[in-house]
């Protein structure tokens, strides 16, 4: 299953929202997370089950959609929230696969 | 707390094996469900999974990869470890490689990474 992202990358302004969007090649049902990496960063889980939290990730994110599209929003952007942002599937796998991200710029 | 810790060595050369090690703890690999998986990222790139191993020691690798042939991955049953081998190493291969803790009966997605450890693959 292919995992396209768009926009590449978003410039936002801090204290505004940012819309990242996920598309799969096949239906995943809600078997899709996101993942955040801040700049020399490990990746970091914030969204599991396509619109799920993990633990202590902030109310300002939240997940939505399910089968073939999928989106992660952002309010108030913060500093540490410029980062990459990546969708996985685990509906089909192996292998799991992942998106080539969308960058998060000031 | 769940942690998890990737060694190994940070330079190899062309051709030679690549073996990586994590080591875990706050969780058991005997638990129904816990897996680990290695995932890795090229300099610049996006995040690439390779293999997963879960509590029955069953073995999962991406296929799709041409380097599925050279992977291999194992746990350690007398230590909380998986150790992640890769033949014939390639410059491409050169990457910060990644294990993470995959809990299949709750969240399926990689919940917690180790800090990851970068491998360079040069002469």
Redesign the interface.
Do not use: H, K, M, V
């Given at each position: 299953i292919v995992l396209t992202q768009s926009p590449v990358s978003l410039s936002v302004s801090p204290g505004e929202r940012a819309t990242l969007s996920c598309r799969a090649s096949h239906a995943v049902g809600s078997?899709l997370?996101w993942?955040q990496q801040r700049p020399g960063q490990?990746?970091?889980?914030l969204i599991?089950?396509a619109s799920t939290r993990?633990?202590g990730i902030s109310a300002r994110f939240s997940g939505s959609g399910s089968e073939t599209e999928f989106s992660l929003t952002i309010t108030s952007l913060q500093s540490d929230d410029f980062a990459i942002y990546?969708c996985?599937q685990?509906m089909t796998?192996?292998?799991?696969?992942?998106?080539?991200?969308t960058k998060v710029e000031i | 707390q769940v942690t998890l810790r990737e060694s190994g060595p940070a330079l190899v050369r062309p051709t030679q094996t690549l073996t990586l090690t994590c080591d875990f703890s706050g969780f058991s690999l005997n638990t129904r469900g816990m897996c680990v998986?290695w995932i890795r990222q090229a300099p610049g790139k996006?995040?690439?999974?390779l293999a997963?191993i879960d509590w029955d020691d069953a073995k999962?690798?991406?296929?799709?990869?041409k380097t599925m042939t050279r992977l291999t991955i194992s746990k350690d049953f007398s230590k909380d470890q998986v150790v992640l081998s890769m033949t014939n190493m390639e410059p491409e291969d050169t990457a910060t490689y990644?294990c993470t803790r995959v809990d299949m009966a709750n969240?399926?997605?990689?919940?917690v990474?180790?800090?990851?450890t970068l491998v360079t693959v040069s002469s």
């Open positions: 078997n997370a993942f490990t990746p970091r889980l599991y089950g993990a633990t990546y996985q685990y796998w192996p292998p799991f696969t992942f998106g080539p991200g | 998986s996006a995040l690439e999974w997963l999962y690798y991406n296929t799709f990869l990644f969240i399926f997605a990689s919940d990474w180790g800090q990851g």
